[in-house]
């Protein structure tokens, strides 16, 4: 029998190269999960430590960013997209930020407006525009 033949017998035995590399890849997706709740958890806790800003800003430009996932359910395709929008504001110092705004938010946006930007940290809050 040579190294790649298939059976029972001595040679290449995917089961327990499986069953090797498995533990390896569980701990490794757990620890990203963990990675990715701990990175939220202190952004989170960033924000709410800086003081709510109200400054003077130019609204810039506005961009979306589309997720798609397909999962298939009993010989069904399922598709969900979502979709983040992202604001583009400059300040009186001339620096930009953006943020993630709502979906309603992002189409009352204009480019060229200029307001009050009110944000925490990295959290958006609002946007008054001058009349």
């Not at 400054?55 to 395709?77: G, P």
Request: proline share 2%; net charge neutral; aromatic share 18%.
């Amino acid at each position: 029998m040579g190294m790649f033949d298939s059976g029972f017998g001595m040679g290449f035995n995917m089961f327990s190269i499986m069953s090797f590399i498995f533990p390896f890849i569980f701990v490794f997706v757990f620890a990203m999960i963990i990675f990715t709740v701990i990175k939220g958890i202190k952004q989170w806790s960033y924000n709410n430590k800086q003081p709510v800003l109200d400054v003077n800003a130019k609204f810039i430009t506005k961009r979306t960013q589309v997720n798609r996932n397909a999962h298939q359910d009993n010989n069904h395709v399922h598709h969900h997209s979502s979709t983040t929008y992202y604001a583009t504001f400059e300040v009186d110092s001339g620096d930009r930020m953006e943020f993630i705004v709502s979906g309603n938010e992002y189409g009352q946006l204009a480019e060229g407006d200029f307001g009050k930007l009110t944000f925490q940290g990295t959290r958006y809050l609002g946007f008054e525009r001058w009349q």
